[in-house]
């Protein structure tokens, strides 16, 4: 528990720094953030840094000083916290937790509506990952999603008075080392699933011919 939870924490503070710099969420987490910088007009990169410097910098030692206050809490409150939640029955901490939520939902608003689109999404959220469907690359698709269809378009129109616009989006470099990275992230895993099949089946010959 405490090394996932370790580096559960120790993700966050790291996915930020392509969040604030390139734009490029790296957690579910990180998308919501980038979202909530867009509907203020913050859009990340060096011009988040220059303008808004106080309010990034300020958001950056606070990250930084959050981490440190999190370190008394871990080892003094870490273990009481953790017996208490195992001693406590199911049938009080899941209720508690409901209504916890359900209340933090309402409150943001005071509207029905948002509990019921909390509780109808928490419920697909639960069925697909029933049935094998993570809920990260959802929320990146959902929060992602419009902003790359507005640069899509952006490219193509700047792009439409050469022979082939779609070449437009292969221009910048950086386009370039996204484009590779993508595409090597996908294919990632075949490669360890055939490599792993491949070091299995060489196994099994030499066993064989041993």
Known sequence: MVASESSNNVTVAGSMVP??????PGAP???VILGVLLLHGLRPGLELFTTSGVLTYGFIISMGLSAVAMLPVGFLGGRLIYRAILKTPYYFLIPAISLI????????KNS?????????L???GYILKEVGIESPPIVLGLILGEIAEVGFVQSLLRGTA?????MKLFENTLSKIIIVLTVLSFISPYISIWWKRFKDNRATQGESHG
């Open 19 to 24: 969040l604030l710099t390139l734009g490029i």
């Open 29 to 31: 987490p990180d998308a």
């Open 101 to 108: 939520t359900i209340l933090g939902t309402f409150s943001l």
């Open 112 to 120: 029905v509506a948002d509990v019921v689109i909390m509780l109808i």
């Open 122 to 124: 928490g419920t697909t």
């Open 162 to 166: 050469d022979p082939c616009p779609i």
